[in-house]
């Protein structure tokens, strides 16, 4: 640590409406990691984009290692040593990784050098990754590692990384941080975003935490409690969730047999699930991304038509009915994907709320749509759920990534459904976010709903699930209650649902 | 009927000179959709083109110079739907289709002094000795400079977009043009560049129609072709290797169904005339089965919001 890298001094942005940053300022040290903290919306994300050069700042200036540092657009932040892992939309799908990598580097040398180069780091850094394939085949967890080794390969001095382990497992965490320390070591220093403060305090020397786009404080993690930070962010007391523990009622949900073949030749085929979820219980699935999450959801939600038994609904076969049955007896799901497969990008938030409450909410007759029942239950949600948009009318992909989060569970939980199917409820959104959304979760099986809540997050997992199985390859180990178990033998659930199954069986 | 009337030496050396207007008009729009825009406007600056090129080899006498202005013809017409999608941010669709009906007319109205005029020729490639061999001589050695050029420039898009920095700036803005500008690549200044190229292209493609394939200028006398490089360049999967193919076989099956015709084959003319169209899409629909699709942000209108 010798010395200042960057310093940014009193940086302002306005967009109409919002004042994402108002007189920013904190200093980035060499060689160390840096937090930056905010809810949703706090303006992290536009600073970020100002130091990328993506956005240039009202007022303000910033100073690169005693120089005055407005790069006009990425390619002079890069060239002066600033490199930026994305939270979203910066890879191609229908390149390769190789190709996407190149696109990321000012000078790129030949494809065939590139690619052994790529091979090299990623082995290095322990994040393996083969070149020649393309990236919309790839996991979530792996189109992460492309978009680090891209910025690996640059020899970047300030490596900017919005929300780089929403998407992984405890254990590419770990080796994430290890590289990132490494990183650290050879005097790179990192500007780390991220909404668990448990990392932040086990990885960051320094936190910076903006609350609507103000610096509201600063923090040395490492001697501040995860609490603390959050009540900062937040400006108030936080709320954890808080359950009412309800013995098991009937079994809800009974899925026995199931095997799927994927749709999309990439995905991972379901081999012989077997579960039952009662009334009022939380079943977490945990395991790393790509191990047949999104088949399950689509195998529950109807997405993919299995055999009529192998999924039963209070006693009834609905393994052959298709989504829109299915929400018409209560088996309602949230996937993923927010943009486009939970929410029609460019449709607006009354239109999104129709596509999937219109059965159960009565929000259609005759084939005639009811807007203003339907605009009614679209504000109950954003109200309900604290969607922070100017308006119901706006369209989904304006709202920020845990906005839409948000309102995306809202609109299923608000339906009362029986039966709820969430993959990763809380993905990118804010400490006080999730909290409300798990906390919705709870009150839903309070309520008697049985409950599938996929997630990486096994800390999310443990909080609110009352069993827990973890999903491997496709096969599910055998469930368990998630009060009392350990680590390892969480770990060893994941890594080894072949033998479990043996045990299961 | 005589099916020894037909040479088949003959046959393709003429399916090369049928297929050349296709085919350099299906390169440019491959270029531009490859961008991720959707140009409906190919059969307006073919025509345009083919009047452009037509009038200016006749003032000037000179068929290379009717050429380029052909080319810039089709550029300039392809301006103005540039204009209209990249900055007005208008419907690319809607906008191609006008363009198309603005060729066709603006065409019409330059080309009345130009009916019944006859063009200076082309000289053909003429290499002594290897241009008279039998079969080879007629097929490979003895075409117009422009049927070469499409070949070469066929080879040289598929290489570009293969292997170049700029194909593969080109390919990124086409498949996600938020992540291309989140990258700081000018998508907008891409994607006009691409669209100036695949006029000139198309402008070129007519002009071959009017000096060289058919040497006179009517009224509509691209007849379609813009409409069938469209259809090539999506039934070929966006891939220029099998736009040459498509448009060889295109030009191919109409060569002989002619010929068909002429030598009084007992099949309805009409049957004979549809078959090129027929025969050409099951092909490329069989090979375009695998699971390349269209770019990612085709015909998706870009503006740096965020």
Known sequence: MTGTLLSIQGLTKAYPGVVANDTVSFDIQEGEVHALLGENGAGKSTLVKMIYGLVKPDTGRMVWKGQEFAPPEPRAARASGVAMVFQHFSLFDALNVAENVALGMENPPQMRDLASRIREVSENYGLPLDPYRTVGDLSAGERQRVEIIRCLLQDPKLLIMDEPTSVLTPQEVDILFKTLRKLQSEGTAILYISHKLEEIRALCDHATILRLGKNVGTCTPAETTARDMAEMMVGDTLQTPTRTAAEGGEVILDVSGLSLMPSNPFGTPLKNIHFTVRAGEILGLGGVAGNGQDELLAALSGEALTPSDAVKVKGNAIGHLGPNQRRDIGVLAAPEERLGHAAAPNMSLVENALLTGAARKNLTSNGFVNWKDTTSFAEDIIKAFDVRTPGSDRAARSLSGGNLQKFVIGREVMQNPEVLVVNQPTWGVDAAAAASIRQSLLDLAAKGAAIICISQDLDELMEISDRFGALNEGRLSAIRPAAGLTIDEIGLMMGGAHDMEVSHA | ?306
């Open chain 2, 1 to 306: 009927m005589d099916l020894s009337a037909i040479n088949p030496v003959l046959l393709i050396a003429s399916l090369m000179v049928a297929a050349t207007p296709l085919l350099l008009a299906a390169i440019g729009e491959l270029v531009v959709e490859k961008s991720g825009v959707l140009n409906l406007g190919v059969e307006g600056m073919m025509i345009v083109g083919a009047i452009a090129g037509f009038a200016v080899s006749v003032e000037t006498g000179s068929p290379l110079l009717g050429l380029i202005a052909a080319m810039i013809g089709g550029a300039l017409l392809s301006c103005l739907f540039a204009f209209l999608t990249q900055f007005a941010l208008a419907n690319q669709v809607a906008s191609g289709l006008a363009l198309t009906l603005f060729g066709l007319g603006l065409s019409a109205l330059m080309g009345q002094g130009y009916v019944g005029v006859k063009p200076p020729a082309m000289a053909t490639l003429d290499i002594p000795v290897i241009s008279d061999l039998p079969v080879i001589g007629p097929i490979f050695f003895s075409h117009d400079p422009v049927l070469y050029f499409g070949v070469f420039l066929t080879a040289a898009v598929w290489y570009a977009l293969k292997f170049t920095r700029i194909g593969l700036v080109l390919r990124a803005t086409g498949e996600n043009h938020d992540a291309a500008h989140a990258l700081g690549y000018h998508v907008i200044r891409v994607r006009v560049i691409a669209i100036l190229f695949g006029g000139a292209c198309a402008g070129l493609g007519g002009a071959y129609i009017s000096l060289i394939r058919v040497p006179q200028w009517t009224e509509g006398m691209t007849a379609g072709i813009g409409w069938i490089a469209l259809a090539l360049v999506v039934f070929a999967s966006w891939k220029p290797w099998r736009v040459l193919l498509g448009a060889y076989l295109f030009g191919g099956i109409n060569v002989l169904q002619l010929n068909l015709q002429a030598a009084g084959v007992a099949i309805p003319v009409e049957y004979l005339a549809m078959s090129p169209y027929v025969i050409t899409i099951v092909v490329l629909v069989i090979m375009s089965r695998d699971k390349t699709s269209a770019p990612g942000s085709l015909g998706r209108i870009f503006h740096a919001s965020s």
